[in-house]
């Protein structure tokens, strides 16, 4: 599509915007030892400013997809704060509490010069003329059944330009009156704490015989826009976009994320809900209020009021159990878009004392308890062309839109913290001798007494040659209760193992060298 291919040549040349400072960290090479359980990582750090860096470890067991930090404990050598830039770097990851095999693994080697990030010039990016672009590429009818073509291309447009930014983009599948639909979900790890989780989201399907380009093309647009900006920087916690499905047919699509699509690392810190973002209008009286709102939320009414009721603000909502992101957004909003005016309203409990404050994808993860806002220009109290044929691009403020999304990118920015930080990248698997056959271990061994003390002896006979072994045991719910490295020499030896501490109980006995392995039962509660 037309788009995507500025999309990608967008972020092609500000890749390095606002980064140009950060350090650049290179993996040269790496090496498993299979008796300690280290992995020795030998590395470059180079920074322009010759700045002292902060050096850590992540590793990753399913692929790629969520990264975990190394705990301090275990990592040792040039890691951490201070590290001075050279080309001859190396640290030892101790991967003996790895839950997979270490060949299976990825890791992430990261540098930051913890130089302070601008949001500043984040929110400066923001573009009327990229948000018009963007919504002028989707609007027109997007129903599943008036128009299922239309929905389903944006729903591929939605998914490219998440691939395009470097996302982690998937589909999340479900079904409703016999019809599949999909979620397009795409997530930006973090550098650090990457379970925790800001997200940005809007829904793209509409409604028959509207073009939606305020309701919900404005939304569409919002986060694609949020999506070109952010995706140029680092951040300490993940940032997830999305593009929910069926929000017209009763918020299907974010029922069906928060019941079975929130993946079970994350922890959402806070989700920001576009919902219709681009109708603005300074005209007394353009702006109505839902029925009883005034009782409810006479604060709220009264600065209505006291405008003689134009539809010149953002209306945020939020419920009591989401007041600390309320209060982000508005100190946001305050700091980095002063000429944004905002009116807010918490509802008790999930909302349901306010039908009208529930009508958008927000409301699901209240359900689910997250804190979330929806961010609204007040939908059919103030736009006279929701739901009709007249919601076109042509009725929309831009400047207002733009505005939206400035306030809403320096609420995610300063809740996932940007870091001046980069990464390098190595799957194990395709650096480290591994081998699928079995390998016969280069000793016999004998366990004797068995049953015993504890104190046993292990015997090795007929070793052909001098060699280290790894020795494991092991309780019998497979938990590890005992380490240590042997040196094998040749001919016929015996090791006196102490195990005296262990409980009585019968246990297993693991002799690990190289890629091979022996093992045997022994029986911990009798006297020699």
């Not at 400035?406 to 930080?421: F, M, N, Q």
């Not at 699928?436 to 007494?449: G, I, K």
């Not at 040196?487 to 030896?493: F, M, V």
Request: proline fraction near 4%; charged fraction near 20%; charge should be negative.
């Amino acid at each position: 599509m037309r788009r995507i291919i500025s999309i990608t040549l967008s972020l092609l040349a500000l890749s390095s915007f606002g980064q140009n400072n950060t350090p650049s960290i290179t993996i040269l090479s790496v090496n498993a030892d299979d008796l300690t359980e280290e992995l020795t990582v030998n590395y470059q750090l180079e920074d322009s400013n010759s700045d002292e860096c902060e050096i850590w470890l992540k590793f990753s067991v399913d692929g790629g997809t969520y990264f975990e930090i190394a705990t301090d404990g275990s990592v040792s050598g040039d890691a951490g704060e201070a590290i001075s830039p050279s080309d001859n770097l190396s640290l030892v990851w101790d991967y003996s509490d790895l839950s997979a095999n270490i060949s299976g693994t990825q890791i992430r080697l990261y540098a930051s010069d913890n130089q302070a990030i601008d949001i500043d010039e984040m929110v400066g990016q923001v573009s009327e003329e990229e948000l018009l672009s963007f919504l002028e590429d989707i609007v027109g009818e997007r129903h599943y059944t008036a128009a299922p073509v239309q929905l389903q291309a944006t729903r591929t447009y939605l998914s490219e330009a998440f691939t395009a930014a470097g996302l982690q983009t998937e589909f999340q599948d479900f079904t409703f009156d016999n019809t599949p639909m999909q979620n397009v979900l795409g997530r930006k790890p973090g550098a650090k704490a990457e379970e925790v989780t800001i997200i940005i989201d809007g829904h793209f399907d509409g409604v028959p015989g509207s073009p939606g380009a305020d309701d919900n093309g404005s939304a569409v647009a919002g986060v694609l826009e949020a999506l070109r900006i952010l995706s140029q920087y680092q951040f300490e916690h993940s940032i997830r976009f999305i593009g929910f499905d069926a929000e017209e047919l009763g918020l299907i699509g974010s029922n069906n994320y928060t019941l079975n699509g929130i993946a079970s690392y994350e922890d959402i810190l806070g989700v920001l809900n576009f919902e219709m973002i681009g109708y603005y209008s300074d005209e007394p009286g353009t702006q109505t209020l839902p029925l009883g709102f005034d009782v409810l939320f006479p604060a709220a009414a009264q600065a209505v009021a006291d405008e003689d009721f134009r539809g010149n603000f953002l209306f945020i909502v939020g419920n009591v159990d989401s007041n600390a992101l309320i209060s982000s957004y508005l100190n946001a909003a305050e700091t980095y878009v002063p000429d944004l005016r905002v009116i807010s309203s918490a509802v008790p409990g999930t909302g349901t004392i306010a039908p009208d404050l529930r009508r958008s994808d927000h409301s699901s993860f209240w359900d689910a308890g997250i804190e979330a806002l929806m961010l609204t220009d007040a939908a059919n109290f103030r736009n006279p062309n929701y739901h009709t044929p007249d919601d076109v691009i042509e009725t929309l403020d831009f400047e207002f839109m733009s505005n939206v999304v400035k306030a809403t990118i320096a609420t995610a920015a300063e809740l996932a913290v940007p870091i001046s930080s980069s990464f390098d990248q190595v799957d194990l698997s395709t650096v480290l001798n591994v081998h699928d056959h079995n390998h016969s271990f280069p000793a016999e061994m004998v366990l004797f007494p068995n049953p015993s003390n504890g104190f046993i002896s292990l015997q090795l006979k007929n070793t052909e040659q001098d060699f280290r072994a790894r020795l494991e045991v092991f309780s019998l719910d497979g938990k590890a209760v005992h380490k240590e490295i042997l040196t094998i020499p040749l001919g016929n030896s015996t090791s006196q193992v102490d195990l005296r501490s262990l409980p009585v109980g019968t246990y297993i006995l693991n002799l690990h060298s190289g890629e091979a392995s022996t093992s045997a039962a022994f029986v911990v509660g009798l006297e020699e």
